[in-house]
């Protein structure tokens, strides 16, 4: 059985930091992509940030270039999310996400087929 499991969120003050990690079990995804999505209260699911499998290329909304960096450990079959300079509308749940298809769009979340249940992130001001 496949498993993401998120962990690291928290409540921060605003300009902190925090590492978001998910951990995967049930199958490797070192060749797949992995991405992170969010979800505040009343809006719809954002896309925030994707790796590709070999590491080498990575994507981000507009709203969090230069602040996230996202990563991954094929060896531990984990992803990780770096988040600096944090700002209360980064406020939301987390979800890790894999895909297993090839040239997919990685911006939408049609494009993967596992889940976690997510972490929770608070900015407070």
């Known amino acids: 059985q496949v498993q993401l499991v998120e962990s690291g969120g928290a409540l921060v003050q605003a300009g902190g930091s925090l590492r978001l990690s998910c951990a995967a079990s049930?199958?490797?995804?070192?060749?797949?992509?992995m991405g992170w999505f969010r979800q505040a209260p009343g809006k719809e699911r954002e896309f925030v940030a994707a790796?590709?499998?070999?590491?080498?290329?990575?994507y981000y909304a507009d709203s969090t270039k230069g602040r996230f960096t996202i990563s991954r450990d094929n060896a531990k079959n984990m992803v990780f999310l770096q988040m600096n300079s944090l700002k209360p509308e980064d406020t939301a749940v987390y979800y890790c996400?894999?895909?297993?298809?090839?040239?997919?769009?990685?911006?939408?979340?049609?494009?993967?087929?596992?889940w976690g249940q997510g972490t929770q992130v608070t900015v407070s001001s």
């Open positions: 996400a894999a895909g297993l298809g090839y040239g997919v769009n990685v911006y939408s979340g049609g494009a993967y087929d596992y």
């Open positions: 790796i590709a499998g070999s590491g080498g290329a990575t």
């Open positions: 049930g199958r490797t995804f070192s060749s797949n992509v």
